[in-house]
């Protein structure tokens, strides 16, 4: 299977997952596709899928966990999360959540349904694990509406007076958050600079769904006593067209005639529709 059948096979399986419930950030999700996979599948990432919480492991840690769909297809890909477990997305009980939490699902490190603070966690992280003369790294992942956060900035700051080279920022930078274009909201014309002003090292990946390219920013070590952030420019909704740099496809589902194109562009069978609502007994 090539690299391009293999994203969207986890699309497709993204929305399997939520479909029977019909809730889910898709599009904040699907964004982010190519780096979950870089981190988790291309060797970037210390783990042990048989032992979620190693006390060596390099911390991850989703943000923007709205987008936990992404995380959850990896964790499921890797083993760590079963076949049964997917089936509870979102249902009542011992289920899957909308946002991340670490107590009711493995190797998830921080509950982050509240945006900014998930980089405030890692910042901790990181300092703890340097302070420990832990080999393990952090890695936090971003959106770019969040980013309006203060709670950011407090973090971003921090990182940098405490020299935290363990910790590396990823910011998803797909142009738009919730209400509309971020450039039009925030009016920030280069994060780049304004990393860089708050003395973090800055790596830019033009095409944040190139495998290659995420592959080789992501495997460049941190410079001595800096942290660093990869922003990765995305396209929010990536892989179906009709959601592609929407911004009303920020949390929504399809409707009968848009199912069809998801249906079409994601090779998604009826048969295979109709089998993801259905939850054996033992789930329920």
Not at 88 to 106: A, V, W
Not at 185 to 205: L, N
Not at 211 to 221: D, F, M, V, Y
Request: glycine residues 10%; charged residues 25%; proline residues 4%.
């Amino acid at each position: 299977m090539n690299e391009s059948d293999l994203m969207t096979k986890y699309r497709k399986e993204m929305f399997l997952t939520a479909y029977p419930q019909k809730t889910a950030h898709l599009a904040s999700a699907f964004s982010i596709a190519e780096i979950m996979y870089v981190l988790y599948r291309g060797g970037i990432l210390r783990y042990r899928a048989e032992d979620p919480a190693w006390p060596d492991r390099d911390r991850f840690i989703l943000s923007k966990g709205h987008a936990a769909l992404a995380v959850y297809v990896m964790l499921h890909d890797i083993g760590v999360l079963s076949d049964a477990k997917m089936r509870t997305f979102c249902r009542p009980g011992d289920s899957l959540g909308g946002e991340l939490h670490p107590l009711e699902t493995p190797g998830v490190e921080a509950a982050t349904g509240s945006l900014g603070h998930g980089l405030g966690f890692g910042v901790g992280c990181a300092m703890a694990l340097k302070s420990s003369g832990s080999p393990a790294q952090v890695y936090v992942l971003v959106g770019n509406g969040e980013l309006g956060e203060g709670v950011i900035w407090e973090s971003v700051m921090a990182a940098h007076k405490f020299e935290l080279d363990n910790l590396t920022v990823i910011l998803d930078d797909n142009k738009l958050q919730k209400m509309g274009l971020t450039s039009d909201i925030m009016r920030i014309s280069s994060w780049a600079d304004k990393w860089e002003a708050f003395g973090w090292e800055t790596t830019e990946v033009p095409d944040g769904h190139s495998i290659p390219a995420l592959q080789e920013a992501l495997s460049r070590k941190n410079s001595a006593g800096k942290p660093r952030v990869i922003i990765a420019h995305t396209v929010k909704g990536k892989g179906v067209s009709v959601m592609e740099n929407k911004a009303d496809w920020h949390f929504k589902m399809p409707y009968k005639k848009e199912l069809k194109i998801f249906m079409e562009e994601l090779g998604i069978t009826e048969k295979e529709l109709e089998d993801a609502k259905v939850v054996p007994d033992d789930i329920i």
